[in-house]
């Protein structure tokens, strides 16, 4: 069961959990174990909210299928239990990404002070140049 933000709550019966073979490197241990986990997730099958599944289909995402299907394959651990808690842990990571709503970017304006200052800073730094130039001898 995961427990996300908003008292969203996605049971188990939602998540599909496999124990399959890692790949790589590893030795006998690697060849007769299944220690990873293969995560299937359906988002229209399951029992999340309207817009979060809404918004995890808008998204084009690699572990996300055009059908809907969210699979993750987690074999960084030598042990199921630890690969099926970080199996679980991604997808919550991937629902809580695709579904953050960011604020709208308000565009504000310089205050009057800060003109002024800018102001002053070219006017003095005119100055300055101006006093650069050659003196003239008339």
């Known amino acids: ?6 008292g969203i709550v996605i049971p188990d019966a939602d998540i ?11 030795g006998q241990h690697v060849n007769k174990s299944s220690t990873a986990i293969h995560l299937r997730f ?3 099958a399951s029992s999340l909210p309207e817009f979060y599944q809404q918004r995890m289909l808008a998204v084009s ?6 059908e809907g299907m ?3 394959k987690a074999q960084e651990y030598r042990s199921q239990e630890m690969n099926r808690e970080a199996a679980l842990k991604r ?7 695709l579904t953050t709503v960011e604020k709208t970017r308000r565009a504000t304006r310089p205050t009057l002070a800060s003109k002024k200052r800018r102001l002053e800073g070219k006017a003095r ?14």
Not at 1 to 6: A, G, T, Y
Not at 91 to 97: R, S
Not at 129 to 137: A, D, F, N, P, V
């Open 1 to 6: 069961m995961i427990v996300l933000p908003r």
């Open 70 to 72: 969210v699979i993750i």
């Open 91 to 97: 997808l919550e990571n991937l629902i809580l990404e």
């Open 16 to 26: 599909e959990l496999s124990a399959i073979r890692a790949q790589g490197a590893g």
């Open 42 to 44: 359906d988002i229209r």
């Open 125 to 138: 730094k005119a100055s300055t140049k101006s006093l650069r130039g050659k003196i003239r001898g008339d």
């Open 61 to 66: 995402h690699h572990l996300i299928t055009p």
